[in-house]
Each structure stands twice: as structure tokens, then as C-alpha cells.
């Protein structure tokens, strides 16, 4: 970096001095905003019911989910599984146990 400068005016009295000044050289940019880091494990099981597996993993999901999510901050890397509670003798009605995992921010 180099500075140029040169003396512009100054006060009758000497209380003060204005000078003219070039600065030149390499700028550095600012490195981006790092991405948040996800330390915080989190993982919820419910249970919940449906006339099909899919439709009780479905709910236990999206209500495992929406608990991990009230604790607040952003989660990444989720992950579902599900097992079987119990099932109607004429498969009209299912029951599943369903975790969701994922990494959240805080």
C-alpha cells in the first residue's frame, strides 16, 4: 500500500492544515458469512395412527418434526424411522412409533 499526500492550506494562525491524500494498493474482500454449524442432535418419537402405514408414519413424522422445530434454531440432515405398534386384525387402522433425528443449529 503507498500513501501520497500534499499539503493544501493552512491557518493564518497555525490551528490547523488541510492536506489532499491518495491511498493505493491491494484490497482484500471480506471472506462470506460462514454457513451455521449444526452440533445440536436432536430426535423425537411419536406415536400415531392411520388407515394405512403410510398414512400413520406420515403423522407420526410431520408431529416429531414440528416438535424438533419448536425448539427453535434451523436442523439439517433429518432422518425417519418408523415401527410397527399394532394393526387392526382387518388392516383398517395402524399404529406406528416414529423417530425423527436431524443436527440443529442450537
Known sequence: MSVSY????????GSAYVYQATASGTCVTQTPTPQPSYPVPRS???????????AA??????AARAAILAAGGSCTGWTTTSALVWAAPDSSWHVYDVTVSASCAN
Open 6 to 13: 500534499s499539503l493544501v492550506y493552512t491557518a493564518p494562525d
Open 57 to 62: 408414519v406420515q403423522a407420526g413424522s410431520q
Open 44 to 54: 423425537e418419537t411419536r406415536q400415531a395412527g392411520g388407515s394405512t402405514p403410510s
